[in-house]
């Protein structure tokens, strides 16, 4: 191992003070020997063969990058003992002023804007973080935000078997995506990597709390929307790119705007969808900015569900079938709503629901989807005493065959019993799945 050392001379280079230490490297300030210049210099303290190949690594990763929010490589020596790279010198990171963007939202926004177009780069270059965290994230002293730390950068279709299985566990675990754990978790890690990490900083940049376990408590419903999607378990139901994670926050940002319509803005994508539909296509990002405005004004009960009640049931029927990822909060939170709210409509509007819910039901394999329509069903017909929507629900009840669709539709019942007492005398014990029994016996000893 070898180490400079404060006061060191070298390549027109005097070494000031430390600034912060990695697996493999160390980041020192320097100033040019004339003192007229200061910068950051990075080396590799280790000098075995696997540790300077990764450094090099590290290095060709970045050099030819051109973008304002990428660290730029400003002088390399790449054969001195130890190598070494200089880069421009970061006045502070995003993790040391977390405190203050968890109450300057519209600055942390900013930053994981930067961050993302910075990452996109990368991603075009070929190339993979997979060590994105706020502490990777510098503001340099002229205010540009950029991407570091680059030591875990992965040439997407290059990188050697050799490399990655020396470093099968790599990143700061509580950022890594759940593809990091497997074996050879460094071979499974790509773009879809970087927005998992991507979707946990914006987290932290934004609440100030530590992403180990992610609560939307003080999150906005629209930006929480985006972070579920970013963090999906499975890469595939993530974001396809850094792109479109991009553009979800400025939709989620223009939904902030005061002078922001989100009717009109509504208006014009079940427009544009209907446009499509006739000619049998729909796009799937026109489905994304629907749920992102419907999220995004998901406080007001009224205005939620007349913009919902807008979008065509082909549309809804194709979502949960082919993007029931997507779709599946925006079915809970209209499910939470209609409980809430579904005494203040009209009793007619019970037919309206359950109709509509019932059409996803059936087009649905989502079994969290169909429990959320289920129980808006349910609440509707109840608390609107409306039995054409009861009928409804009975016949979905009559249906059930499949044991995992029973055990849910047991759960249901079991939570919201107060409503089922009212309507389970109208199915007979015997109509039922053998599993939905119990539930049904005990609506019968209870009694309204």
Wanted: hydrophobic content about 40%.
């Amino acid at each position: 191992m070898l180490h400079y050392v404060e006061d060191d001379h070298f390549d027109n280079y005097h070494i000031i003070e430390p600034l912060g230490e990695g697996g493999m490297g160390v980041v020192y300030k320097v100033t040019t020997s004339d003192e007229q210049n200061e910068y950051a210099l990075k080396y590799c303290k280790y000098m075995d063969e696997g540790s300077l190949r990764r450094f090099k690594r590290e290095v060709r990763a970045i050099r030819n990058i051109d973008h304002g929010n990428v660290m730029k490589i400003i002088n390399m020596n790449l054969e001195h003992s130890p190598p070494y790279y200089v880069m421009g010198l970061a006045s502070y990171s995003a993790y040391d002023v977390l405190d203050e963007l968890a109450i300057n939202h519209e600055r942390a926004i900013e930053i994981f804007l930067d961050v993302c177009k910075g990452v996109q780069a990368l991603h075009n270059a070929g190339q993979c973080h997979r060590d994105i965290k706020p502490q990777n994230i510098m503001v340099m002293e002229n205010g540009t935000v950029v991407v570091s730390d680059f030591g875990l950068v992965k040439f997407v279709e290059r990188d050697s078997t050799v490399l990655t299985k020396t470093m099968a566990l790599i990143g700061t675990e509580i950022y890594m995506a759940p593809e990091q754990f497997l074996p050879e978790g460094a071979r499974n890690a790509d773009a879809k990597t970087d927005i998992y990490q991507l979707g946990k900083t914006l987290y932290q940049l934004y609440t100030g709390k530590f992403p180990a376990l992610l609560s939307d408590e003080g999150v906005p419903a629209g930006l929480w929307y985006i972070i579920q999607k970013a963090v999906r378990q499975n890469p595939k139901e993530r974001f396809d790119n850094v792109a479109e994670l991009i553009d979800s926050i400025h939709d989620f940002k223009a939904s902030l705007d005061p002078q922001h319509n989100p009717e009109k803005a509504f208006s014009l994508v079940i427009q544009e969808i209907n446009d499509k539909l006739r000619n049998n296509v729909y796009e799937k990002r026109n489905i994304e900015t629907l749920v992102l405005l419907l999220m995004s004004v998901s406080n007001d009960d009224e205005f939620f569900l007349q913009l919902f009640d807008q979008i065509p049931i082909t549309l809804l029927q194709a979502a949960v079938s082919d993007m029931s990822d997507d779709v599946e909060p925006l079915l809970w939170k209209y499910s939470e709503i209609i409980e809430r709210y579904i005494k203040q409509k009209h009793f007619g509007y019970a037919e309206v629901v359950a109709n509509k819910m019932d059409e996803l039901y059936r087009y649905s394999n989502n079994l969290s989807i169909k429990q959320a329509a289920l129980e808006s069903i349910l609440c509707a017909a109840v608390d609107l005493n409306r039995f054409k929507a009861m009928n409804v629900f009975n016949s979905i009840l009559i249906r059930v065959s499949a044991q995992e669709e029973a055990l849910m539709v047991t759960d249901v019942l079991r939570k919201h019993m107060t409503r089922y007492q009212y309507v389970y005398s109208q199915v007979s014990k015997g109509q039922l799945h053998v599993m939905l029994h119990p539930v049904w016996e005990l609506a019968n000893k209870i009694k309204v």
